[in-house]
């Protein structure tokens, strides 16, 4: 369902996008070419002024946000995911942040004021909240990211990670198409 926010911004999605019909998408949100928005995913950018002009969403291409997912941002928020990012079942993810390309993140994380680099790996569970992420780390399950001293003991990921986000991402590039043009 494609909703607009109480000053009348209205979603734009891609034409190759796939959007699952139980998913809710209101405000001002941009999802890019061949992304895969899942069962009942909530994606919401309350703007309460035509003013603000940073209160957005803003998924890039190839993305995948799979059943359950949330992401939010409230009025003077932006929220931005990179291309080739997968956001697993049940994460929530809050603006202000900003998540790289070719990213992962793992089932029931939470993601809020949080600046994430490109092909990091979140596994599930993760709290990360008012930190800065370099780019190609690993956070392991039910880790707790909120500070400077607990960036610092992250991990490069493994190349065996690394294989594991490739995968997801091919596996993602052909959800759309699939449910797109199914029988």
């Not at 998913?23 to 950018?45: D, E, L, M, Q």
């Not at 995911?81 to 202000?96: L, V």
């Not at 909120?146 to 594991?164: A, G, M, P």
């Amino acid at each position: 369902m494609l909703r607009e926010n109480v000053v009348g911004d209205i979603p734009h999605i891609d034409s190759t996008a796939y959007v699952d019909p139980s998913a809710v998408i209101i405000g001002r949100v941009t999802i890019g070419p061949n992304c895969y928005i899942g069962p009942s995913v909530v994606i919401r950018a309350d703007r309460f002024s035509a003013d603000d002009q940073r209160a957005m969403i803003s998924i890039g291409a190839h993305c995948g946000i799979q059943d359950l997912a949330v992401l939010h941002v409230h009025a003077e928020e932006p929220l931005e995911i990179g291309d080739e990012t997968i956001i697993n079942h049940g994460a929530i993810i809050h603006g202000p942040s900003c998540i790289g390309g070719r990213c992962f993140i793992g089932c029931k994380s939470v993601i809020t004021h949080a600046e994430i680099g490109d092909g990091v790996f979140v596994r599930s569970n993760a709290i990360i909240e008012n930190v800065s992420i370099p780019g190609e780390l690993f956070i392991d399950i039910n880790s707790v990211i909120n500070s400077n001293e607990s960036v610092s003991s992250l991990r490069k990921i493994t190349d065996r990670e690394q294989r594991f986000i490739e995968r997801s991402i091919k596996e993602n590039k052909e959800y759309p198409l699939r449910c797109k043009y199914s029988l």
